[in-house]
């Protein structure tokens, strides 16, 4: 890719996770004044200084506060152009230069460390001619030949962040981020809570050993943390490395150990063993029990580097990770050591950077949603385009404040990115190709579904909503939506076509009459209905075999367990994350419409936005109209079977329950365990089925380990208890 200074004007503020739009665009048009041709010495000094007060700041944001205000593709085209400047004038290049560092400096929030060894950044190719250059420059520093000779370790580049792990006599004693390389922050409560990085190493193990790798989460948990983020009406992370970041640096280890962080290995500070090659030092790791990615590469020469990055590049995005490129190494240990490093990177790698991915595309149109909690979000309807593996035509635009910052208008050609997995985006017009026939959006003031007039929730909001909560076809349908999907009832008859037919019927009134659909109901649909042939002249509509299958459906959705209607009834901030813990203190609708604010609250894991949140949901008339129906239509009574016990989902399995679990004391996670079937014992044994592993689990965990048993940690718990082992 050649670095186009034009990215930074073109896309402004693009990241989703812009936390301060306006500011970032006035500092780039600010930029672009300066973004000449400036040769003599004075213009690069200021613009030396002005490149560093940005890449500072830019920095701050991406590191400390886990919220970036530019894209990274945009960071490396200033990074670049600053590394230009110092090279035609070094006289620029100070201590301070961003050139010059690693990080931020450790935040004071946490311990600081100093690492054993220092830990470097890597240096960036964005071509692979680049690359050629690096392989070059590296061969001038060793004997001739004797680079290729070593070979080549090629991995993914994961996008995530570096911390370095120091195990003593093979138990873990110490992990810390890298902080700007030489110190770093205490994280090793939160590093415990990672379920891959092994407290105590197999095997022969050295003395001191420091291990260092990338913490990332994995892309699936990414999308949940931000969907239960979403539901709890808090901002979602822009992408896995901020999420995996803010997880990491989270002040209490049980919430971290939620998030389901995960690490590979990608190198060695110091080790008291005898290692030739980074491919040997990677088979020792591996042996001791450290994860490494299956995706090394041995390269015997350059040559053999390019097919393997292409490769990954095509894999890319089918990957369950994050990663934004490839890092290229020399293999032999000895031969990193003669080459050195400068004082940021070594000279003995580089990370090859894969290009984001933007096309362009025409704005055909900017319509508005209608969602189930009634926010009106305008989206972009595109001409349908490929990018980074799939077809886009929408878009979400998040709201009217959003479309006017983008500065878009209908009919504009758009400049939409994709970077890795992450949600296609609309970056901003190419106002160049305008014609003078594009029309500014307009946000609507009244619901397109039903009329009403859309207000702010409270004052101040960005998002406007639809307050006809309970008629609104639009919440309806996407209440019911919701309602059928896996994570509440799982009715796979009731998708999206099926919802349309039953509203636009007017089957029900809302989904207080889901469970009263009867054939004669779905009859008034063409969607549900075929003629049966009676003889030759006469026909009779039936149900088809969707409409059938539906009847079934619903007939079994009424007895599922009841964590799975409290995310039906879609209380506010209620999904299958905590749904769970809830039902696990209260186990059927009239519990929990008589449990108090203050009961509610002090749950672990509920709080008092959702202990509200229940309380009032029960005050709504309508509301307490959908338990009754559902209750008198036999649905919602699932966790207690006929006898009157809760369903049997541990019923011959043994566990150990070993640390904290948030939400039960000790006795209490036992007595669950119990009353869904489940034998409890207070010691492992090649007996036990399976250990929860809390906060502070310690031999139990160890001897779990040893033995081969299953081992779950905290949050799934409730998991566990709601479906049983999945
Ligand atoms: S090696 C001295 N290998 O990229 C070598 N780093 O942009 C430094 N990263 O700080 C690290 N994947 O956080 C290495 N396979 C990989 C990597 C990797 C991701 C990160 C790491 C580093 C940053 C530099």
Redesign the pocket.
Known sequence: MEVNPSHVRLSGCGSRGCASGEAHKSRISWLNESVTQESDFVHGQTRHRELSDLLTTYRWEYYVLDAPTIPDVDFDVLMRELEHLESEYPQLVTPHSPTQQ??PPADTSFESVTHPSI????D?AFSFDEVRSWHGRASNLVDDGALDESGFIS????????VDLVYHNGLLVRAAT?GDGRVGEDVTANIRTISVIPSRLNGDVPGTLEV???VYLPLEDFHQLNESLEELEKKPFANPRNAAAGSLRLKDPKVTATRRLSF?S??LGLCEVPVATLGEAYEHLVSWGLPV?DRVYVAHNIDEVFPYIEQLGEDRHRLPLE??G??I?VNSLAMQTQMG?TTR??RW?I?YKFPPVEVTTKLLDIRVGVGRTGRVTPYAVMEPVKVAGSTVEMATLHNAVEVARKGVLIGDTVILRKAGDVIPEVLGPVVQNRTGGEKAFQMPTTCPECGSTLAEEKQGDVDLRCPNQRSCPAQVRERLIHLGSRQALDIEGLGEKAVDAIVSAGMVVDESEIFDLSAEKLLSSPFFTKKDIVNKDSTIPVLTTNGEKLLEQLQSAKTRPFARFLVALSIRHIGKGVAPTIAAHYPDIDALEEASLEDLSGIEGVGSILAESIRSWFEVDWHQNIVHRWKQAGAMVASATESGQLEQTLAGLTIVVTGSVPGFSRDAANEAVLARGGKTSSSVSKNTDLVVAGEGAGSKLDKATTLGIPIINSSEFAQLLDSGLW
């Open positions: 690693v990080g830990m470097l950044s890597l960036n991995e993914m580049k994961i996008d995530g962040l570096a890298r260092r790798g990338e590979l990608h190198g990615s990663i934004d490839a890092v190494k490093a990177a070594p790698a990370a």
